[in-house]
Structures are given as C-alpha cells and as structure tokens.
C-alpha cells in the first residue's frame, strides 16, 4: 500500500500473518493460478469508463483505496488527477501485483500510484479510518455472496469519518453461477444502509463490451453515526 503512510514494506503482503487466502469453501477461485496462468478474461485493458466518466466532473482525491485491483487500470486513472490523489491498489494476488507494478506509470515507491498484495479481510490496524475514498469496481461482484457482509465492514472500518465510496456494481452478469455474482438496488441498500448515507445512484453511459445496461453506480459517504460503533 502507500509507502508514506503505512508501514508495512512495499514488498510484503498485508495481513500475511493469517488468513492471507480467503477460505476455500467460500470462494473456491484461485485468484493466484488464473493470474499466472493469464486466464483473466475480465481484464479490458483499460479503466472503467463508468469510473472515467465519473472523474471527468467529480474528482477523487486524497488517500484512496482500491480493492480488488488486478492489473491497475482503476488505480492508474485515478493516479492521473495529480498530486492530491494517493491510490492504493490491493489484490489478493501476487501476481496480479506484479503485473500492476510492471504496467505502472510511476516509479516505484513514487507518491500517487501504489500496489500492495494482501487480503481485504485481514488488514492492519492502522488502516483504520485511514482513506478519504474506497473506489470498487471488480471486487464486491469477485467474492462470494457470502462475504458482502464482511466486505461491507472492512470499507467502513478504512474510512475516514464522512469518507466517500464510489462502486460500479454488476446487477446482472452474463455467467449466472459467477463470479462476477449479481446483486440488486435493494440487497446493495440492505448492505451499506445502516453505516452510510446514499448520495446518488445512476445507470452509466458507458460500460465494456458485454456490460451494457448490466452496471449500476453508487456513491455514498459515511455516516457519522457509524464513528461511534467502530
């Protein structure tokens, strides 16, 4: 993750004392062996264009987090606002950060672009409340249904008070046993209700090839009612 505020080294994987690989009879994909193996058909090549389009009028600066980052293309776009925007890419797979790092725009260690390989389940105390956002793009819709629950409580548990959190949410994919797993408007408001305040919902304009009309964008902020139960 970021070098200038955490710190772990940028060579070693977050929450590596424990846990490090999702539990087997939840998620049963091995990330690592369909990176090393370079089956990732869900890798465009490019950033979402939801996710370009909605920085063309909103920016997202400060400390962000990117989970489930893969190759970087989020983490990259996000990088190019400038100096104000930290990003910090976290995969699960080691691989995957390699080929993040070999594909960056920035030196390593250099401020704006970072990766990191750990889990989004097991991370650090001093990650807490530490991110002004949370961009998901590829990582909610990755992981088992199951998971949504402790998925939800490690983004509000990274940040800040009154942090923002935009996702593009996969409403319903072509593949229907997953991943990518579907979700709904109300199992997503069921989800993020209670810790956060839901600014706006759109449908974007753009999506990949085979994604039209199947994505749902959402940002919300952090309640302040949720400071008090963390």
């Not at 089956?39 to 996710?51: K, M």
């Not at 962000?64 to 400038?82: F, M, N, Y």
């Not at 889990?119 to 909610?140: A, G, I, K, M, Q």
Request: glycine residues 6%; proline residues 9%.
């Amino acid at each position: 993750m970021n070098a200038n505020t955490n710190s772990a080294s940028p060579s070693e994987p977050l929450g590596s004392d424990v846990d490090l690989v999702i539990n087997p009879v939840l998620d049963p994909v091995d990330w690592e062996a369909r990176y090393q193996a370079g089956d990732t058909p869900w890798d465009e090549g490019s950033a979402a264009p939801a996710l370009t389009e909605f920085l063309s009028r909103h920016p997202i600066l400060g400390e962000v987090l990117v989970p489930g980052s893969g190759p970087g293309h989020d983490v990259r776009a996000l990088a190019t606002q400038g100096p104000s925007a930290r990003i910090t890419g976290l995969d699960l797979s080691a691989a995957a950060i390699a080929l993040a790092r070999s594909l960056s725009h920035s030196p390593a260690n250099a401020s704006g672009e970072h990766y990191m390989q750990g889990n989004l389940f097991n991370l650090p105390e001093s990650w807490h409340s530490r991110f002004d956002w949370v961009v998901e793009h590829t990582c909610f819709c990755a992981i088992p249904p199951a998971l949504r629950s402790d998925y939800v409580r490690a983004i509000t548990s990274v940040l800040k008070p009154s942090g923002h959190y935009f996702a593009i949410f996969y409403l319903n994919p072509a593949a229907p046993g997953g991943p990518p797993h579907k979700t709904s408007r109300e199992e997503i408001r069921q989800l993020f209700a209670a810790d956060f305040e839901l600014l706006e919902e759109w449908l974007p304009k753009d999506a990949f090839e085979g994604r039209e009309g199947r994505e749902i964008c959402h940002l919300w902020r952090k309640s302040y009612k949720t400071i008090s139960r963390l």
